[in-house]
């Protein structure tokens, strides 16, 4: 039986270096919407809280944990497809 293993690589085509820099763009764009969506949420959370309207709270509340868990997984987005691009390598 025959063995296939093809890797990435960097070279196979032209224009790699601008997809990464496209790429790392949008990861500063995402970080920077991530820290305007905690920001209007914690407003949001604040106006909720001493209007003592619990709707508008609670949304703030959330969006406070969406934009987080969104600058998160941002941050590791890097590291999360090397680990499943290695898991997935493995496979034999």
């Known amino acids: 039986m025959t063995t296939i293993d093809i890797g ?3 070279t196979g085509l032209p224009g790699i270096a ?3 820099s496209i790429v790392g763009a949008l990861l500063t764009f995402g970080l ?9 949420s914690a407003i949001a959370w604040a106006v909720g809280s001493h209007s003592s309207n619990p709707h ?7 969006g406070v944990l969406v934009s987080a868990g969104a ?7 890097n ?3 090397t680990f ?3 898991a997935g390598g ?3």
Do not use: C, D
């Open 8 to 10: 990435p690589n960097t």
């Open 18 to 20: 601008a997809l990464e």
């Open 32 to 40: 920077i919407a991530a820290v305007a969506g905690i920001a209007l």
């Open 56 to 62: 508008v709270a609670g949304r703030g509340k959330s």
């Open 71 to 77: 600058a998160m997984l941002i941050g590791a987005a």
């Open 79 to 81: 590291t999360l497809v």
């Open 84 to 86: 499943f691009s290695n």
């Open 90 to 92: 493995a496979v034999r």
